[in-house]
C-alpha cells in the first residue's frame, strides 16, 4: 500500500512540475530545472511501472504455465495408468495362452482357477483358489500350470478350495530322475525349494538333472516336471544322498492355475 502512494505522490509532483516546464514561456531558465528535477523523478517512475507490468505478466504467465503443467501432469498419469492397465492385460493373455497350451497339450480334464489368497503363516504354503465343489472340485486333486506341478487341493468349499504347494513341509510327490529313473519322493521345506527323500545313494543323479512326476502316488500323473536338481550332498556313512530341488514354479507370483480333474487312478482303472 505504502508503494502505491508512493507511486502516486511521484506521478502528482512530474505532473506539477510538467506542466510549468511546457508553457511557452519559462522566465531564468526554468524549463532546464524543471527537466532536470524530474527527470529522475520520470525514471523512477518509467521503471517501477516497466517491473510492475513484467511482475504482473510474468504472474499470468506463471499461472498459465502451472495450470498447463497441472493438465500435463494428470495427462500423463491417465497414459501411465492406461498404459499400466494394457500391460497388464498383455501378461494376463501370456499367463493363459500358456495355460490354454499346456491343456491343449494334455488328455486330461483340466479346470482353470484364480489364485485369491495366500496363507500368511510361516509354517504352512497353501493359497485359495476361486473353484470349489460346485465346480467339480474335490479332495486330492493335482494342481498344475505350464511350468510344472503347484500342488494338491486339500479343502473344499461351495466355490473356493485351499491348495496346499509342494514347498509345504506336509506335500510328497513321488517323483523320478528323468534322465536316469531314480526314484524318490519331493517334500517341501523351509524355503521356496524341494528335497528328493530316499534317492540311493549309488543312483546316478547330477546338478541340472530334471525332476518330474513318477504317477506312482495316485495324485499327480506321470511325467508332469517339478523341478532341477540344484545340489547334491553325498555322505559317506548315509545310505541316501541328499538332493535339493528347485521348483520350475515361481510360487511368488502365482496367479492362475489348472486343476486336474481325472486321478492318475483312472489310468490304472483303465488298464486293469
Known amino acids: 500500500m505504502a508503494l502505491i502512494l508512493g507511486l502516486a505522490a511521484l506521478i502528482t509532483v512530474n505532473l506539477i512540475v510538467l506542466s510549468f516546464a511546457t508553457r511557452s514561456y519559462s522566465p531564468l531558465g526554468m524549463g532546464r530545472v524543471a527537466i532536470s528535477f524530474v527527470a529522475p523523478f520520470q525514471k523512477l517512475i518509467t521503471r517501477s511501472m516497466r517491473f510492475a507490468r513484467e511482475v504482473w505478466e510474468h504472474y499470468f504467465f506463471l499461472v498459465a504455465v502451472s495450470q498447463e503443467n497441472q493438465r500435463l501432469k494428470k495427462s500423463l498419469s491417465q497414459a501411465v495408468e492406461k498404459n499400466n492397465h494394457l500391460r497388464e492385460i498383455e501378461l494376463s493373455n501370456l499367463r493363459l495362452r500358456s495355460l490354454l497350451n499346456f491343456q491343449q497339450s494334455t488328455p486330461k480334464r483340466v479346470l482353470a482357477a484364480e489364485v485369491i489368497g495366500k496363507d500368511p503363516s510361516t509354517w504352512f504354503n497353501t493359497v485359495i483358489i476361486d473353484k ?20 494338491q487341493v486339500i479343502e473344499t468349499s461351495a466355490h473356493y478350495s485351499k491348495v496346499m504347494l509342494i514347498i509345504d513341509r506336509n506335500s510328497a510327490v513321488d517323483a523320478l530322475i528323468q534322465r536316469t529313473r531314480a526314484r524318490g519322493v519331493i517334500k517341501g521345506g523351509a524355503t521356496d525349494q524341494c528335497y528328493l527323500e530316499y534317492a540311493l545313494r549309488k543312483h546316478d543323479i547330477e546338478i541340472g538333472d530334471t525332476v518330474i512326476s513318477s504317477g506312482l502316488d495316485g495324485v499327480y500323473p506321470k511325467g508332469l516336471r517339478i523341478g532341477r536338481v540344484s545340489d547334491i550332498i553325498r555322505r559317506n556313512s548315509a545310505i541316501f544322498q541328499a538332493v535339493t530341488v528347485a521348483p520350475f514354479v515361481d510360487f511368488e507370483t502365482l496367479e492362475e492355475v489348472l486343476v486336474i480333474l481325472d486321478p492318475p487312478k483312472h489310468e490304472f482303472e483303465t488298464e486293469q
Open 132 to 151: 470349489g465343489e460346485a465346480e467339480g472340485l474335490r479332495k486330492g486333486l493335482a494342481v498344475v500350470m505350464s511350468e510344472g506341478i503347484v500342488g
